[in-house]
């Protein structure tokens, strides 16, 4: 198929639905989902959000202007997944967790407002990848439409951006969690030295970055395009002195540069079976 039919197939699998709720986290996957979604359906669609300590200030402040922007109706849903212990303990079933009282709550949602279907933005190169919120989803019902109209990640960055989507070339973005080391408990407190490290990094000047905990230890990620500007002396000084404060005493900058999805690499390939 065509990018011209993929869209047509979207918009007319949206359409059989009814109504529906969609699982939004303002990047451009969900983003683009619900702004279909809300083109097919009105207001037989709502976007939710699950807000808890490990999303990003910044992050709900921008999918919540996109929603708005847009006239996508939006709800704040409160998730609670640093109560369960499953999820606090940080293996490679975390996200698993997250995803089931994330798509618990929508449920509970979906009967309480009336809505008949559950979707989220998973995409066709999502399938191939360690992503164990897949399974979450799968149990509770949820749909994913853009798979069933083929789309990948490029084109969906294409329809966004034929679209005027001011999210179309967005980098992604992961919940905080996510920068934590397998087996260290999931806290408040490390997740908020999490987001304010990468908040002085942005202040320095460095857009795509990821700040890994590892304790007492924060093992930088930066764009490699970005990398040469930040190999110098007093780039590192300014580094140290912004990171050092928020309770790092060790500051490392990774010479991989940024990668999605980097803490998974220590994962043993029984851990990644099991947990997809």
Known sequence: MNLNDKSKLLHKSLE????????????TDSAFLAYAAHQTLGDRMLAVIADSPSLPRNELAAALAFATHHNIPVQVLQTH?????????????RCFHCKSELFTQMEDARRQLGFKHLAYGMNLDD??????GQRAAALHGALAP???AELTKVEIRTLARNAGLSLA???ASACLSSRIEYGRPVTAENLAQVEQAEDALHALGFMQVRVRHHGDLARVEIAREDLARAL???MFDAITDALRPIGFFYITLDT???????MNDVLPVTAIASAN
Not at 81 to 93: F, G, I, T, V, W
Not at 127 to 132: H, K
């Open 232 to 234: 110098t002396l007093a």
């Open 146 to 148: 853009l798979v069933v």
């Open 127 to 132: 399938r191939g990848e360690f992503r164990p």
């Open 16 to 27: 059989s639905l009814d109504s529906l709720l969609v699982a939004y986290s303002g990047g």
């Open 81 to 93: 997944e640093l109560e369960r212990p499953d999820y606090a303990r940080n293996d490679a079933q």
């Open 169 to 171: 070339d967005k980098p």
């Open 256 to 262: 991989q540069g940024y990668r999605s999805g980097s």
